[in-house]
Structures are given as structure tokens and as C-alpha cells.
């Protein structure tokens, strides 16, 4: 049945003798979803736009079968008139939808809806593999593709850790690993171990969720993403507030602030060697001091040869490194970075943490599922991934 379907449509565009359609520009876009965790089944639209005088066309609709399983596929109103062959049976995540018309479509407007039953709060892409557009005579128009994501909400940010009397650390910089900048030289990529033979995670943590907390931050209002990750820390007593009633959620977290925190989450342990290797060891705040000789001493922190770069910028691939070497775990498979559109700017001696914090649930995505492993990690992103890795 379904290949005389398809059949019928060949022959309809070849014996079609209407003169080729206008249409230029055109633009199949798929829409997103930002999960909320309440969803048993959500509908993506598939729009064209700038398809006036296209006389047929089609597409092959892919998405992660482990994430998402389609339960229908249907024409929308762009192609009313059209003889169309929706099959959603390829295979797991593949679907095909095929239309042909005698009179000229629209153009614009809903051409699919594909309704999903949602199997995973994953990121998945929605994509549009081989999609056209054909004028009267059964040649191709010019056709842009636009994919969708289905993402949970924006993972919140991290940002800087305070010494002791409350004042942050604020990094000096904002460079980029790979520039000419001190600050933002690869401090991740380790010269012997990637990271701890065994966790130095303290047996009696717990990432459960606070029990009594009286927030007494300003800028942490009840319903932010980052709000049970930062009471939960400061109930552990591992984040300190920026200043007096300020948790200062967006600031930027230095790589000393984070040894700090990871310290302090570890219980405070006694290291037996300084830092004095380190050409740059007496830029190394004194309330970061024992926990960077700590870090470096565990495995969880490396310098960039001969220096250790306290005021370095922490990315979020960074966070994801050093949070592995402290768990202590497996590395992961790297198909677990496969549905992240930005997959391919993770760093190569990073992937294999960021596989294991994604395939963890530790690191989520943001903004649409972009992994952004050059961007700088937040007070509160460091917070929600602390959290979850303790839960």
C-alpha cells in the first residue's frame, strides 16, 4: 500500500503540465517545546513560509526515539488541496510526510503537525532530513531548514565564591580558554590522571532537599530555577553569600572559588603539600589557599603547566571536568553528547566529562539544549549541578 502511495505521487509529478512555480526563499520550520516536566504529549508544528506556487514536496522527520515516540503525523493547512502520504512507521525515530497538488499551494501557513508521547525530560532534536519543493515540473525550489529542540527549561547559571568575610572573587577577565589571556589559558587538561583513583566525595553527603531553609537572599526569589540548589547549599555551609543579603546568582565563578567549594563539600581535609610549584602560587587568595593545594593534591584541579591560575575562568566544561575527577566516576559514552547541536565545540580532553555529566543529568543544556561548554559557568549553575550530582 505504501509504495503504490508513493508510486501515485511520482506519477502525479511527472504528468503534472503546469509551468514551474515562483517560489524563492521558501522555509520549513519545526517548532520547539521547553518541557516542564508535566507533559504526557506535546504537538510540534512544521511551518512553511515563502512557499507560494509549489506544486509538492517533502520530508523525512527524525528525533531521538529514546526521548520522544510519535503517535501522529498529519497535514496542516499550507497543503489543503494536496494529495499527501503521511508514513510514521519508518522505523524508530524516523518518520516521512510526501504531498503533491495539481493547482499551486498556498504556500505559508501549517504544513505538519507531529504530536509526540514524551518518554525522557532529555534534550532531543527534532530534525528535517532531505526536505524539498517542487514546482510544476518536478524540479527542486530553493528550501531552507530550520530544526527544533525539546529541551527542559534553561538550566540555571552559576557564579563567583566569596573569601570568607563575604566579599566574592571575582575573576579579572572574561576570555575564553584558547586566547593569549593568563586567566582563561586550559587549566583542565591534565598532564598524568584525569581525575581521583576514588571519589573524595564524604560518605555521609546528601543532596536532599532543605528542610526548614529561611532565605535570606535578596536576589534568590522562590520560584528561580536555582532556588532549592542554593538553599540546599547553604544549608550544607559549602556557598556563602557575595555581600550582606546577596547570593549574587549570575556572577561568574573563578577557578579558586570552585576548589573552595568542592573543599568544603569534601569536609574541610588537610592537604600535605603547598602550592609553591606554582610560578603564580602567591596570586592564590588566602582563603583559597588549602583548598587549591587540596584540589591539586586529589586530582580535581590541574594547572596549565607552571601555573594554577586562581583567577582563571571557570567555562562550564571546566565545571563539568573537575565535578567528574571529584565524583570519582566511570567515563561515560560520548553518545550521550549526541542530540546537543553544539556537540562539537566541547574541547576534546573535555567530552568525556561533559558525556558523563550529560548522561548523569547533571549538566541539561540551555537556552533550547546548547550545551555552551565555552560559557562561563554561574554561581547558581554551579549550584543546581552540585545538587544534582548529590542527589
Known amino acids: 500500500m505504501r509504495k503504490g502511495v508513493a508510486l501515485l505521487l511520482a506519477v502525479l509529478l511527472l504528468t503534472l503540465t503546469v509551468p514551474a512555480g515562483a517560489a524563492n526563499g521558501a522555509e520549513l520550520t519545526v517548532g520547539s517545546w521547553t518541557l516542564t516536566g508535566q507533559e504526557e504529549s506535546i504537538t510540534l508544528e512544521v511551518t512553511l513560509t515563502g512557499g507560494g506556487d509549489s506544486y509538492g514536496g517533502g520530508f523525512i522527520l527524525w528525533y531521538d526515539s529514546l526521548c520522544l515516540e510519535l503517535i501522529n503525523l498529519e497535514s496542516g493547512s499550507a497543503l489543503d488541496g494536496a494529495m499527501v502520504a503521511a508514513n510514521p512507521e519508518l522505523g524508530d525515530g524516523v518518520a516521512r510526510m510526501s504531498w ?21 525530560q532529555e534534550s532531543s532534536q527534532v530534525e528535517l532530513l532531505n526536505a524539498e519543493l517542487l514546482d510544476g515540473a518536478g524540479n527542486s525550489l530553493p528550501l531552507q531548514v530550520v530544526n527544533g529542540v525539546v529541551a527542559p527549561e534553561e538550566e540555571p547559571e552559576p ?43 564524604p560518605e555521609e553527603s546528601s543532596g536532599g532537599e532543605p528542610q526548614s531553609w529561611q532565605n535570606p537572599y535578596c536576589d ?29 546568582p549570575e556572577e561568574p565563578m573563578s577557578r579558586a ?32 589557599a588549602e583548598a587549591m593545594a587540596w584540589s591539586v593534591e586529589t586530582g580535581i584541579l590541574h594547572g596549565d603547566g607552571s601555573r594554577i591560575l586562581p583567577e582563571g575562568d571557570l567555562t562550564r566544561e571546566m565545571l563539568a571536568a573537575m565535578l567528574h575527577r571529584f565524583d570519582g566516576s566511570e567515563t ?37 539544549g546548547y550545551l555552551d561548554p565555552a560559557g562561563l559557568a554561574s554561581r547558581a549553575q554551579v549550584a543546581v549541578m552540585l545538587h544534582r550530582l548529590m542527589e
Open 159 to 201: 557564579s563567583p565564591e566569596p573569601d570568607a568575610s563575604g566579599t566574592p572573587d571575582r575573576p579579572q577577565s572574561t576570555s575564553r580558554p584558547g586566547s593569549d589571556s593568563a586567566s582563561s589559558a586550559e587549566p583542565e587538561r591534565p598532564t598524568e590522571t584525569t581525575q581521583p583513583e576514588e571519589s573524595v566525595l
Open 220 to 248: 534568590v526569589e522562590a520560584d528561580a530555577w536555582y532556588y532549592d540548589a542554593v538553599a540546599w547549599a547553604s544549608e550544607q555551609g559549602i556557598f556563602q553569600g557575595t555581600a550582606a543579603g546577596q547570593f549574587s
Open 332 to 368: 561515560a559514552d560520548r553518545a550521550a553528547l549526541e542530540h546537543f547541536p553544539d556537540r562539537h565545540t566541547v574541547s576534546s580532553w573535555a567530552e568525556d566529562a561533559v558525556a558523563w555529566a550529560a548522561s548523569a543529568g547533571i549538566l541539561t543544556g540551555k537556552n533550547g
Open 257 to 288: 572559588m570552585l576548589a573552595t567549594v568542592l573543599w568544603r563539600l569534601a569536609g574541610d581535609g588537610t592537604p600535605d603539600e603547598s602550592l609553591s610549584a606554582f610560578s603564580d602560587a602567591g596570586d592564590v587568595p588566602s582563603w583559597a
Open 100 to 120: 503533491v497538488s495539481l493547482n499551486p499551494l498556498a504556500g505559508d501557513g501549517v504544513a505538519a503537525r507531529a504530536t509526540f508521547r514524551v518518554l525522557s
